[in-house]
T-cell receptor, first 115, second 115 residues
Framework: AQSVTQLGSHVSVSEGALVLLRCNYS??????LFWYVQYPNQGLQLLLK??????LVKGINGFEAEFKKSETSFHLTKPSAHMSDAAEYFC?????????????FGSGTRLSIRP | EAQVTQNPRYLITVTGKKLTVTCSQN?????MSWYRQDPGLGLRQIYY???????DKGDVPEGYKVSRKEKRNFPLILESPSPNQTSLYFC??????????????FGAGSRLTVL
């Protein structure tokens, strides 16, 4: 069975600082991995995804994530935080053999940005 | 504009009063799903539908019903709401998993309070 663990329910960084949101997954088959972002009072939207190929994936708004199979991780980073990055971030996993119904979400990490 | 539309966005009701949350998508997606979001628990799947007239239970289906009579619509029905169904609800639709597009498009959410 697949699962996702997001380390830290709340992360706070200063504006301009590095953002690092941690995600570890468990999957018995090669995974598809996703990061979704939820801005206040909005639904979730896709930030980036990894399916196959290059392990460093670039997304919108300067975010990127690296798939590390040996560490079963898919951490999300951004070199310099902006106030507009304040949101909740969800890591999710599915796999090549399953349908959209089997996307498993983590519990979310709320990112706060200090001026 | 490609979107998933949910209504109502906000609703306060009383225990036992039947209600329906509507969901409509304009992307011709076969897959649709309902999630509830609760603090610290992330997104939990309630029901999903792989196509018209095909629905199945997710992780937390108790107290909910769905129907999929048309491809674009997937209403969530609470026959006899209870306070533990107070939550933020999201409808989502998704593309064909065979294309690697296990990407979900989410509605803006419906915040339900049951007194």
């Amino acid at each position: 069975a697949q699962s996702v663990t997001q380390l830290g329910s709340h992360v706070s960084v200063s504006e301009g600082a590095l953002v690092l949101l941690r995600c570890n997954y468990s999957s018995s088959v090669p995974p598809y991995l996703f990061w979704y972002v939820q801005y206040p009072n909005q639904g979730l939207q896709l930030l980036l995804k990894y399916t196959t190929g290059a392990t460093l994936v670039k997304g919108i708004n300067g975010f990127e994530a690296e798939f590390k199979k040996s560490e079963t991780s898919f951490h999300l980073t951004k070199p310099s935080a902006h106030m507009s990055d304040a949101a909740e971030y969800f890591c999710a996993v599915s796999d090549l053999t399953s349908s959209a119904s089997k996307i498993i979400f983590g519990s979310g990490t709320r990112l706060s940005i200090r001026p | 504009e490609a979107q998933v539309t949910q209504n109502p966005r906000y609703l306060i009701t009383v225990t036992g009063k039947k209600l329906t949350v509507t969901c409509s998508q304009n992307m011709n997606h076969e897959y649709m799903s309902w999630y509830r979001q609760d603090p610290g628990l992330g997104l939990r799947q309630i029901y999903y539908s792989m196509n018209v007239e095909v629905t199945d239970k997710g992780d937390v289906p108790e107290g909910y019903k769905v129907s999929r009579k048309e491809k674009r619509n997937f209403p969530l029905i609470l026959e006899s709401p209870s306070p533990n169904q107070t939550s933020l609800y999201f409808c989502a639709s998704g593309g064909d998993s065979l294309s690697g597009a296990n990407v979900l498009t989410f509605g803006a959410g419906s915040r339900l309070t049951v007194l």
